[in-house]
């Protein structure tokens, strides 16, 4: 008998469906009732507080599709996110690297790196609106006190200076998380083979190129993934420092999503957007493992 | 058999009697929100459930304060839950959204002759759909320009500025004197309504009599013109676009402001804050015409609560001249029933007449669908010409256009 590869349903044998039966029911609620919901109410005309006004087919969606706010959102979006992602994983490939090296202070070191993950991300972006406040913030009382500029910047007051700052602070808060998946990369790598790397005369560099990286490639991978879809749907930063504004400057499609829903009273075309994003990051995701060279064993 | 007869009486007495006791026992609990307006806002509706509970036994206020910007968002999650309160403060301008929806409940029938007469007849209007009455002003607002005495003094103009010339010219001397001169806000919640000061007092209009919007005229052009040369010129503070109403009413309080329009609860704030600041209040500076905002927030009362005769109970409490007074007085805003206009607090405070004086000039936002809209697009239409990326022309015709598609014209 050649050996079949099991497929789900009929190979399983009976009590595992049985045990898995409950969880696989739960998630299936947990998913898939909102995912219903959303899909009613993107169909629908719906009123503010809920109420169904009639079906209208497509209309939320074109009408989404026409609205040039919508268009620059999804741009916007689209850099947010891979400026975040890219500058992350710059900032904390090597940071990983020398966290792993063994010096004295690492624990300390370590611990400063992961202290940011405790602080919610509402909190650190009240914190650093503050900080870029154009009267007493304590970043234009620095470069004042360096006598960068003569008199305090409103850094928020242009989509030019705000929508950066707010990818800068995406950076760092993404770093704990992303360097915490690094370390445990690094740490499964075997130290001999550096020692080989040595004694055949490799340096550092060299070493990192030709071991360290492709060494840690599945882990950099896991890590680009989750903060793809973390911080495509991050609303606190850019909705707490501008709130999309000025004149809509700085809008990614969660914030214009709440916008609508919220302020302008229409979840119908709210939920469109959240739809369309949700085909967007799953094509994105898809794409990006797809990409990916196999495993060369 | 008669016997019998009164001892079914006996009991059917001893069962009514027990039946009203049990009506009488009954408790209640009546649930309120209400927004965050100061800290003393908390305090003064605890006091207030309390002191109901102690009139009223077995009754229970339960109050729940929200933050006006997450106000409207969390009523409409609420609803959606169908966990809204029995009673709740809202904007009055949201109030067609609810009415529209069939969520509130129309007061007329509850509210007797003498209760509406406790009112001042402008106020109770804005709540007013289809000739009925759904929501009680509780609390009132005007705008008018706070100015900074030493500043419009060393400018020459110790009562303060008059009209949009008056306030360039002053402007003019404060930045020489490198101070800023008249603030101008851009973010945040009633940007539109800063512009619309400008724009009222010029002649114009935010929505025609036929409900489509009317702001995109020479009157609008022109005001617009007029707030960005202030800020061409270096009359305002830099930056407009990074601050909301509360930054300026912050630097106007450290005394680096000279001028900034806003509302009369800025009194109490500058009394507890910075009791020293010498400052004076004057109307909205006058173009063609004097105008002014007046704004106002109301109490409804939603159609599933399950306790409105309670609930109509309270609000008749909050709505008697005691705890209208202590409210209004603590909050700093205007007195929206006969018994606070009577009340020596109010009649006796020049600053806060500045304001009731204003009332006869002031407009209200009217409550038509697509208004939040409208504020939006001319917020936008606003920020792109402080930014210097449109002209007043194209953005208020931008704006216009996205406005009378939401008002349906």
């Known amino acids: 008998m050649a050996a079949r590869r099991p497929t789900v349903i009929g190979v399983l044998p009976f009590p595992v469906l049985v045990m898995i039966a409950p969880s696989l029911l739960l998630a299936a609620f947990v998913i898939l009732y909102p995912l219903w919901e959303i899909l009613r109410l993107s169909v629908h005309e719906i009123s503010r507080f809920g109420l169904v006004r009639g079906f209208v087919g497509w209309d939320n969606f074109t009408a989404v599709l026409a609205d040039p706010s919508f268009r620059a959102s999804l741009w916007r979006t689209l850099v947010w996110t891979g400026a975040v992602v890219g500058g992350t994983l710059v900032v904390s490939v090597p940071t990983a690297v020398i966290l792993n090296m063994d010096f004295a202070g690492r624990g300390l070191a370590r611990a400063v790196v992961m202290l940011p993950w405790s602080v919610s991300l509402s909190m650190a972006s009240i914190v650093w609106l503050w900080s870029f406040n154009a009267d007493y913030g304590l970043i234009n009382t620095l470069l004042q006190s360096l006598g960068l500029i003569a008199r305090g910047v409103p850094w928020m007051a242009r989509p030019e200076t705000a929508f950066p700052i707010e990818i800068a602070i995406g950076v760092i808060v993404s770093i704990p998380f992303t360097t915490t998946i690094l370390l445990g990369g690094l740490s499964s790598i075997p130290g001999d083979i550096y020692e080989a790397a040595r004694i055949d005369g490799a340096g550092p560099w060299l070493q990192f190129r030709a071991l360290t990286l492709p060494l840690l490639r599945s882990f950099i991978n896991i890590a680009v993934v989750l903060n793809i879809i973390h911080v495509f749907n991050s609303f606190p930063i850019i909705w707490i420092m501008t709130q999309g504004g000025p004149d809509d400057g700085t809008h990614i499609l969660i914030t214009y999503l709440y916008d609508l829903a919220f302020r302008l009273g229409k979840p119908g075309p709210a939920a469109a957007i959240s739809l369309i994003m949700l085909a967007i990051l799953f094509v994105f995701t898809f794409l990006y493992l797809r990409l990916q060279p196999k495993d060369a064993n | ?409």
């Open chain 2, 1 to 409: 058999m008669t016997r019998f007869k009164r001892i079914t009486h006996l009991a059917a007495a001893a069962a009514l009697s027990l039946a009203s006791m049990a009506a009488a026992a009954r408790a209640d609990t009546v649930r309120i929100t209400v927004s965050f307006y100061s800290a003393a806002t908390g305090p003064y509706f605890e006091k207030m459930a309390a002191a109901f509970t102690a009139a009223n036994p077995g009754h229970e206020v339960k109050i729940e304060v929200v933050n006006w910007p997450s106000l409207l968002q969390k009523l409409q999650t609420d609803i959606a839950g169908n966990a809204n309160p029995d009673i709740s403060i809202i904007g009055t301008r949201w109030l067609l959204d609810f009415v529209r929806d069939d969520l509130v409940e129309p007061l007329d029938g509850h509210m007797s002759a003498d209760f509406r007469n406790r009112f001042i007849g402008t106020f109770l209007k804005p709540a007013e759909i289809k000739g009925k009455v759904y929501g009680l002003p509780i609390a009132a607002s005007a705008r008018a320009l706070y100015y900074n005495k030493a500043m419009l003094t060393a400018a020459g103009m110790p009562d303060g500025p008059k009209t949009w010339d008056d306030v360039a010219a002053a402007a003019e001397k404060i930045k020489a004197a490198g101070g800023n001169g008249f603030g101008l806000m851009a973010k945040g919640t009633e940007v539109d309504v800063y512009w619309y000061y400008a724009l009222w007092t010029h002649g114009g209009q935010v929505i025609s009599p036929d409900g489509k919007a009317a702001f995109n005229t020479p009157a609008g052009v022109k005001s617009l013109a007029m707030y960005k040369s202030f800020l061409d010129r270096g009359l305002t503070q830099p930056g407009p676009t990074d601050y909301t109403r509360e930054d300026l009413q912050n630097q106007f309080k450290q005394g680096r402001l000279g001028m900034v329009i806003t509302a009369p609860f800025l009194i109490n704030q500058i009394n507890k804050e910075v009791p020293t600041l010498q400052y004076g209040i004057a109307p909205v500076p006058t173009g063609t015409n004097a105008a002014t905002y007046a704004v106002t927030d109301s109490v409804v009362m939603f159609k599933n609560s399950k306790v409105k005769d309670t609930a109509w109970k309270f609000l008749d409490f909050l709505f008697s001249a005691g705890p209208r007074i202590e409210f209004t007085k603590s909050e700093g805003f205007l007195p929206t029933t006969k018994a606070e206009a009577a009340d020596p607090y109010f009649t006796g405070n020049e600053r806060l007449q500045t304001f009731v004086n204003l009332l006869p000039n002031a407009q209200f936002a009217p409550t038509i669908t697509g208004w939040e809209d409208t504020a939006k697009a001319v917020t936008n239409a606003l920020q792109s010409v402080y930014l210097g990326t449109a002209t007043p022309e194209a953005a208020l015709k931008k704006a216009e256009d996205i406005a009378n598609q939401a008002l349906g014209k």
